[in-house]
C-alpha cells in the first residue's frame, strides 16, 4: 500500500506548497551517500519540530515519512470515506484483553503525522506528574523538571498558535494563550452545564485552530472535519507550521520513504537509515539518527535494526524498547436532548473539564483524567455505537435519526505504564517483507476503576445538563510509552535529551518516550519534548558533544 | 421497535448544495463517483453474496426506499482490494478469510436452524440469527476460529456504518450537514442553524423525542 499507487511530490528540489493548489516551494535535497547531521524518521509533532529547529540551526537534516504530502485546500474532501488516506492502515496485530484500535483511531500516515487528523486539543500536563513517584507515589518520574516543561509548552504554544481562554482554571498561572479562544458551540456549552451543576469548572479547549487569521491561515469557518483533515488550513498541524519552517531552513523533506531499519557502523555508532522509496531499498548515511515514528513504528524500526552487537533491538540493552505502552482510556456517555445540538459544526472538542486531573480527594484510582465535549461525524458515531453495542437494524437507523440531538462527553483518561502492554515483532510480514508488529493492550484494575468514576461522574453531569436515554462506550486513544526516558540507564531506553543510552548517536523523538501518560491529550507536550531535545543537541553541538 | 423509519428533516436533501460553497471540487469528484460508480461483486462468491445482502437488509433496512444505499458492493470492493483498516484483530483471522468465513458461517447458521438459506429466511428469522451472533450463542460449528460477536460488532457491522453513512441519503435522513468547505457554519449556539442547514420538522422531531 504504501507508496504503490502514489507519486513522489517532494523531489527535483521541490516541495508542495501547503497553502496553494498546484504550487511548490524550492527544497534543498541531498544524496543518499552525503553524510548528512541528522537522518530524522518521522515528519509528525516530533519529527518535524525537531527537524525545523534544527536545520534552523544549521545541521544539514533529511526526514522521512512513510505518508504523502498532501497539499490540504486540494487534497482534502468533507468525506470521512475518501479521508481514510490519512492514516496507517496496515496492518497491526491487535490482542490482549482490550485490543486496541488502530487506523483511523490514532494512526497517521503522512508528512505532518497525526497533527493532520489530531482534534487539535492543547492541553499541557499537570506540574505535579512530572514527579509523578515522588510526589504522588505512584506512576514514574519524568527526567525533567515541570518548569523547564513548562516554559517549553510556552515555546510551542506560540508557534502553533494556540486559541485559548485569557484565565485557564486549573494549575498554576500560565501566560495567556497567543489567540483568543473559539466562540464555544452546543455541544461544549452542553459541557459547561453538566459541569456548573456538579460544582466543577470548565474552559473553553485550548485548541491549534486559529481564530483569527494567521498569515495564510485563514481563521476556522467551524467546518467540522478537524479530524479527517482540515482543508482550509486554519488547523495548525506539523503539515502547515514546523514542516514548511524545515523546508524554508534547508531540510529535506522525503515523502513515501518507509524506513525499515537503521544501519550500525562502527565503534557502536548508527551509520544511517535503510528505507523504502519509489520501489527500491536504499541508504541514507548521517551522523545521527533520530526515531520520531510514534510508539508503534519507533519501537518496530529498533527491533527490527537488531545487529550481532545488539541482539535484541537497538536501544534494547533493558529489554524495554516496546514496553509500557500506554493508550489513553476514551470512555464516553452519551445522550439524547431536547435541544438541538448539531455537535457536527466546530472543532469536536470546544469544550473541556480538567477537575479530575487537578483534584486528588474523592478518587478510588490514582491518576487522572479530563473529559471534552464531542461532535463525532456520522460514520464516526454510528461505529462507535454499533462496536460498543451491537445495535442494528431500524433500532439503530432511529437511534442515528436523533444525531442533531445528541450530546457526548468523552475522557482522556491517564492509564498505568504496565510492561505487559507492549508493542513486538510477529512471523507475519508486510508487503516490504518488514515484520508486522504484534500489539498486546489491556487494563489494570486501577485503571478500571478510573474509567468507571469517570463515566458516573460524566453521567450525572449530563443528566444534569438535561440529557437522557444514556449509552455508553469504551474505546482508547493516542499512544505514548515504548522506549521510555529516564535518569538511569538500567530503568529506561534513552536520557531526559531522547539520546538513547546504548548508542550515541541514536536519538527518539516522539510519544514513545513518555514514562507516564497523564490525563490529558499528548500532542503539546511531544511538540514540547521535541522543542526541547533540538535545544538540548544544539547546546551539545556547540560543545563538541554529539 | 418500528418497523417505519420517520426522519426528522423530511424536506432534507444534502445533494442540493451540490453547487454552493458548501461544496468543494475534490469533494465533488468523491461523491459524484459513490453514486454513479457503484462496483459490481468480484470478491465474495455467489452465495455469500446473496447472504451479505440479505445481512445488510436487516442491519440497515430501507423500506422507505425504492432505491436503498447500495452497501454489499462496497464491502465487497474494499475486501477485494484489501483496503486495510489498521487493525488485525488478533481473534480474528485476516481481512479476507474473515469475510469468507463470515459469509460461511452465517449461512451455516442458518442451515443449522431452519434447513434453509439466510436469504430465503422470514425477517424475524433472520434477525434472531443476527441477535444470537451478536450474543455469542450461535450453534453451527462453523464458527470455530471466528468468535461471532467480535466479527458481528467489529468487522460486520462497523463495515455497513461506514458505507451506509458515507452517503448523502443517510446524511440528509440525519439532518447533517454534510460536506462544508470551504463554507462552514456560523451560528454554533444551540437550536441555532444556519440557512444552508437542515431544518427540522418540529411535530415529527417533538414526537421522537418524546419516545425516547
Known amino acids: 500500500m504504501i507508496g504503490s499507487e502514489r507519486h513522489l511530490r517532494a523531489t527535483a528540489g521541490r516541495a508542495p506548497d501547503v497553502f496553494a493548489r498546484g504550487d511548490w516551494v524550492p527544497m534543498r535535497q541531498f544524496s543518499d551517500e552525503e553524510e548528512v547531521d541528522f537522518a530524522i524518521v518521522g515528519t509528525g509533532a516530533g519529527g518535524a519540530t525537531l527537524a525545523a529547529k534544527l536545520a534552523e540551526a544549521g545541521f544539514s537534516v533529511v526526514a522521512l515519512d512513510a505518508g504523502p504530502f498532501w497539499r490540504p485546500l486540494e487534497d482534502f474532501a468533507s468525506d470521512e470515506t475518501e479521508q481514510n488516506k490519512l492514516y496507517w492502515l496496515q496492518d497491526r496485530i491487535s490482542g490482549g484483553s482490550h485490543p486496541i484500535e488502530f487506523g483511523t483511531n490514532n494512526s497517521g500516515c503522512a508528512v505532518g503525522g497525526s497533527t493532520v487528523h489530531f482534534q487539535m486539543v492543547a492541553l499541557r500536563f499537570r506540574p505535579e506528574w512530572f514527579a509523578q513517584r515522588s510526589t504522588m507515589g505512584y506512576g514514574r518520574d519524568w527526567p525533567i523538571p515541570w518548569q523547564e516543561m513548562w516554559r517549553y509548552y510556552e515555546e510551542v504554544e506560540d508557534a502553533l498558535k494556540i486559541a485559548g481562554p485569557v484565565n485557564y482554571p486549573w494549575g498554576p498561572p500560565r501566560g495567556r494563550y497567543p489567540y483568543r479562544a473559539h466562540e464555544v458551540n452546543a455541544a461544549g456549552l452542553v459541557l459547561a452545564k453538566g459541569a456548573e451543576a456538579m460544582g466543577v469548572k470548565w474552559a473553553p479547549t485550548p485548541l491549534a485552530t486559529v481564530s483569527a487569521p494567521r498569515g495564510k491561515s485563514p481563521p476556522c469557518v467551524y467546518r467540522g472535519f478537524c479530524k479527517i483533515g482540515c482543508s482550509t488550513n486554519a488547523k495548525q498541524s506539523a503539515l502547515i507550521t514546523y514542516v514548511p519552517r524545515a523546508l524554508a531552513a534547508g531540510a529535506e523533506i522525503r515523502d513515501l520513504a518507509m524506513a525499515g531499519q537503521i544501519e550500525m557502523g562502527e565503534n557502536n555508532r548508527a551509520r544511517g537509515v535503510v528505507y523504502h522509496r519509489q520501489g527500491e531499498w536504499r541508504r541514507q548515511r548521517a551522523r545521527n539518527v533520530v526515531v520520531a515514528g510514534y510508539a508503534i513504528e519507533t519501537p518496530r524500526l529498533l527491533l527490527n535494526s537488531a545487529t550481532a552487537q545488539h541482539p535484541s533491538g537497538l536501544a534494547n540493552s533493558t529489554g524495554l524498547v516496546g514496553k509500557c505502552l500506554m493508550a489513553h482510556s476514551n470512555h464516553a456517555v452519551w445522550g439524547v436532548m431536547d435541544d438541538e445540538i448539531r455537535w457536527y459544526k466546530g472543532p469536536p472538542s470546544m469544550a473541556v473539564c480538567e477537575h479530575w486531573n487537578y483534584e486528588d480527594k474523592g478518587k478510588d484510582f490514582q491518576g487522572g483524567y479530563s473529559f471534552m465535549s464531542q461532535g463525532p461525524l456520522p460514520a464516526d458515531h454510528a461505529k462507535g455505537l454499533v462496536t460498543n453495542t451491537g445495535m442494528f437494524g431500524m433500532e439503530l437507523r432511529q437511534r442515528m435519526a436523533l444525531y442533531n440531538h445528541m450530546a457526548g462527553l468523552k475522557i482522556v483518561g491517564e492509564v498505568e505504564p504496565r510492561e505487559e502492554n507492549r508493542v513486538e515483532l510477529s512471523d507475519e510480514k508486510d508487503e516490504l517483507g518488514l515484520p508486522v508488529p504484534r500489539i498486546t493492550f489491556g487494563f489494570s484494575e486501577n485503571d478500571k476503576r478510573l474509567y468507571k468514576h469517570a463515566l458516573h461522574f460524566m453521567r450525572q453531569a449530563l443528566e444534569a445538563a438535561g440529557a437522557r436515554d444514556f449509552t455508553h462506550t469504551a474505546s482508547t486513544a493516542h499512544l505514548m510509552g515504548t522506549c521510555r526516558m529516564g535518569d538511569d540507564p538500567a530503568d529506561s531506553v534513552t536520557n531526559a535529551d531522547g539520546r538513547t543510552w546504548d548508542i550515541p548517536n541514536l536519538w527518539i523523538c516522539d510519544g514513545s518516550l513518555f514514562p507516564t501518560c497523564g490525563g490529558v491529550n499528548p500532542s503539546m507536550t511531544i511538540y514540547a519534548l521535541a522543542a526541547r531535545v533540538a535545544d538540548r543537541i544544539k547546546e551539545m553541538g556547540a560543545r563538541g558533544e554529539l | ?212
Open chain 2, 1 to 212: 421497535m418500528s418497523k417505519e423509519f420517520t426522519s426528522l428533516y423530511p424536506n432534507y436533501d444534502v445533494l442540493k448544495k451540490w453547487d454552493t460553497p458548501s461544496w468543494n471540487d475534490i469533494t465533488r469528484a468523491v461523491i459524484e463517483k459513490r453514486l454513479n460508480e457503484v462496483p459490481r461483486r468480484r470478491f465474495f462468491t455467489e452465495r455469500q453474496w446473496v447472504t451479505l445482502v440479505a445481512v445488510c437488509d436487516r442491519v440497515m433496512p430501507q423500506p422507505d426506499r425504492s432505491d436503498p444505499v447500495p452497501i454489499a458492493p462496497w464491502i465487497d470492493t474494499r475486501v477485494y482490494e484489501r483496503q486495510g483498516t489498521g487493525t488485525h484483530y488478533a481473534s480474528l483471522p485476516p481481512q479476507q478469510e474473515c469475510w469468507r468465513h463470515g459469509m460461511d458461517a452465517i449461512e451455516a447458521e442458518a442451515q443449522h436452524r431452519h434447513r434453509r438459506p439466510f436469504d430465503k429466511l422470514d425477517p424475524v428469522e433472520q434477525d434472531l440469527i443476527l441477535h444470537a451472533i451478536e450474543k455469542n450463542e450461535v450453534g453451527s460449528s462453523a464458527w470455530d476460529g471466528l468468535p461471532s460477536q467480535n466479527f458481528f460488532r467489529h468487522i460486520l457491522l462497523r463495515a455497513i456504518v461506514e458505507v451506509y453513512y458515507a452517503h448523502p441519503a443517510a446524511w440528509s435522513e440525519i439532518g447533517f450537514g454534510g460536506p462544508a468547505s470551504p463554507r462552514g457554519y456560523v451560528r454554533l449556539p444551540e437550536n441555532r442553524r444556519d440557512p444552508w442547514e437542515a431544518e427540522e420538522h418540529a411535530a415529527v422531531a417533538a414526537q421522537r423525542l418524546a419516545a425516547t
